[in-house]
């Protein structure tokens, strides 16, 4: 499968972007997904998690309540919507997929290159 991210850009403090990650080459609720940032300086962090058994989904602390992970097998397409955004969140954002039934971190099968999603204060 490749995956292709669209949907970053600027955004204020406070405001709101939906990410999407288009898929091609195979079926995406075939394998589980998820969603991962790389600030400047830092380490890429898993944001959210979705498995492909059950649908459960994990989310890292920090943004627990305002991001949200979802699936259109329909379109094979995933999304992040990504709420009451702050400068912490400005990153490049990635999205990835695993054959395997949960998320496997920074082991995940296949990647997007990412797109960058700015907050301004």
């Known amino acids: 499968v490749q995956l292709v991210e669209s949907g970053g850009g600027l955004v204020q403090r406070g405001g709101s972007l939906t990410l999407s990650c288009a898929a091609s080459g195979d079926r995406i609720d075939d394998y589980a997904i998820g969603w991962f940032r790389q600030a400047p300086g830092k380490e890429r962090e898993e944001i959210t998690c979705?498995?492909?058994?059950?649908?459960?989904?994990y989310y890292r602390d920090s943004v627990k309540g305002r991001f949200t992970i979802s699936r259109d097998n329909t379109n094979n397409t995933m999304f992040l919507q990504m709420n009451s955004l702050n400068p912490e969140d400005t990153a490049i954002y990635y999205c990835a997929a695993d054959k395997g039934y949960y998320c496997a971190g920074p082991r995940m099968d296949v990647w997007g290159k990412g797109i960058l999603v700015a907050v301004s204060s």
């Open positions: 979705m498995s492909r058994m059950d649908g459960s989904t």
